[in-house]
């Protein structure tokens, strides 16, 4: 059963059209909330190209009703905004009721290619799930998100997206004041692996049942003809986090806060608190302020994905086989697969990433080696493949070997690696073609988003927010003139810390 409407709104008649699935769920899965009116909300960005892939308009949504919207002070009908209950470990800790504190889930939408997607405000206030919080963001973290979020999609990685940005005309207290906005956050669905645990800790074995079915019409339909489809859902979220964090590592992204409540079953990045990309390569790299022990550090990223979803899988036991230790067996069996999909997707990656197309015996220890070596030298991640790209046809290492701190280092590895290319009968024009498409120039590097950050908040400029937002639209392109966003911190621009901003 699902409600439609349709909004006409005089001033601009478009139209909003919610479809929403979640919240015909049993009243235990989410609370209804109202609204919380912000004094005088105003828009920072539309996401135009967003807008328009949602079937959603632009227009409308820049109006003053949309912006009230935007901002949570009014829902136009069809929408039926609620709060999600979710549960979550949380630094490897069960907090048995998290759920959403300062975000609202307005409604769904049918997408133009017919896929449906939750729109969701973070930071429009408090609700049944606020605890002590106050339901609220603040602009840093929210600009931080947008950036990021939709820098990875223009990188082809599956995440949540940014439709809008808001400011509330209210401050926030954090360790200062500091002005308010609203995030809208657009994904394919906001269930978590803390979803599941909510309920399967409070042992309502019919709710992970409703929840799993949910999940699997929702995105993986064809699992209904599997024999097992619990199972089936289970190996489906497996591989699609498994191709996921392999495609973090591939750019050098930290998730900084990879708690199950941070983990969809959809295969989407989501939650952009303390994230960060590495300039320098180093495995043990941590950004997160709050992670003392480096938990949730680059190199452990896939293995934390593996305990995360074996609380996953502890969930839908029940559901697996009427026999536990039949059930368990094939949750094991299910979780031993995450290894081979991630290498799938990982190993793959580092192939297009230095150009090579057949897969030889030596190939990963080469691999390996300059990894190695970028540790030791200091390397700056996205360069070396970016130089490596684009001087493949050089004579002698090319300006890739300055970013290291012994050039010398790099020149014996540079011949190996020519020599593994030349095994391979592909010219290196064309050769630099696939790599440049492989390894961007354009991340958001951490103090380029402070310095758009600091523009904003202490200046209320917001140009270098765009500018920066259009540049990493295209981060494969060369773009003459911008290539100050490309290059790595000076040691006193480094940001060695990040905060959840919550
Ligand atoms: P996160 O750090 O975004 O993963 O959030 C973890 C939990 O803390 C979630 O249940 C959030 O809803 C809650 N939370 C974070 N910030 C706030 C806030 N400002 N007010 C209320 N709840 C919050
Ligand atoms: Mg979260």
């Not at 807008?51 to 009230?68: F, I, N, R, Y």
Request: with cysteine.
């Amino acid at each position: 059963m699902e409600t439609q409407s349709t909004v006409e709104t005089p001033s601009a008649p478009k139209q909003t059209t919610f479809v929403n699935s979640y919240a015909r769920l049993p009243d235990r899965f989410f609370a209804r909330t109202d609204a919380n009116t912000v004094r005088a909300p105003r828009l920072i960005k539309v996401n135009e190209t967003l807008a328009e892939e949602l079937g959603l308009d632009a227009g409308w949504l820049a109006s003053p009703e949309g912006v009230a919207m935007l901002a949570g002070n009014s829902f136009p009908p069809g929408a039926e905004p609620i709060a999600m209950a979710y549960a979550g470990h949380q630094f490897g800790n069960l907090v048995p009721q998290l759920g959403d504190g300062r975000a609202l889930l307005i409604g769904e939408v049918v997408d133009r290619r017919g896929v449906r997607r939750d729109i969701q405000l973070k930071g429009s206030g408090p609700t049944r799930f606020s605890r002590n919080g106050d339901g609220r963001a603040a602009l840093g973290p929210v600009l931080r998100e947008y950036i990021v979020s939709e820098a990875m999609n223009a990188l082809g990685i599956p995440t949540t997206r940014t439709l809008a940005a808001v400011l509330t005309g209210e401050p926030v207290y954090r360790e200062e004041l500091l002005p308010g906005a609203v995030l809208t956050r657009v994904a394919a669905s906001h269930i978590r692996i803390g979803t599941f645990q909510y309920f399967a800790i409070r042992r309502d074995v019919d709710a992970v049942r409703q929840l799993a079915d949910h999940v699997i019409e929702r995105h993986y339909p064809d699992l209904r003809e599997a024999g097992n489809p619990y199972l089936a859902l289970l190996e489906t979220v497996i591989a699609r986090q498994a191709d996921l964090v392999a495609r973090w590592m591939l750019v050098g992204f930290i998730h900084g806060v990879m708690n199950t409540d941070n983990m969809t079953v959809s295969g989407e990045t989501i939650d952009y608190g303390p994230c960060a990309f590495m300039d320098t390569y180093r495995p043990g790299m941590v950004f997160s302020s709050i992670d003392q022990f480096g938990r949730y550090s680059y190199v452990n990223q896939p293995g934390i994905a593996v305990w995360n979803l074996t609380r996953f899988a502890e969930t839908l036991v029940p559901l697996l086989d009427a026999d536990q230790d039949d059930a368990i067996a094939k949750a094991e069996a299910a979780l031993r697969q995450f290894q081979v999909a991630y290498e799938a997707t990982f190993h793959a990656g580092l192939r297009r990433k230095l150009g090579l197309l057949e897969e030889r015996e030596g190939d990963l220890t080469l691999i390996s080696d300059l990894f190695e070596m970028m540790d030791r030298h200091e390397a700056d991640f996205t360069l070396t493949f970016r130089m490596l790209s684009g001087h493949v046809g050089d004579e002698g290492g090319g300006p890739t070997r300055d970013l290291f701190k012994e050039p010398e280092a790099f020149d014996a590895w540079w011949s190996r690696w020519r020599e593994r290319l030349a095994e391979e009968p592909q010219h290196d024009a064309a050769r630099r073609v696939a790599m440049l498409a492989a390894n961007p120039k354009y991340i958001p590097r951490n103090h380029r988003v402070e310095a758009v950050i600091r523009a904003a908040v202490d200046r209320g400029d917001f140009a270098p927010f765009e500018e920066m937002l259009a540049v990493l639209s295209q981060p494969f392109e060369e773009q003459p003139g911008m290539e100050r966003y490309a290059e790595p911190p000076r040691p006193e621009e480094r940001v060695t810390q990040t905060f959840c901003g919550t």
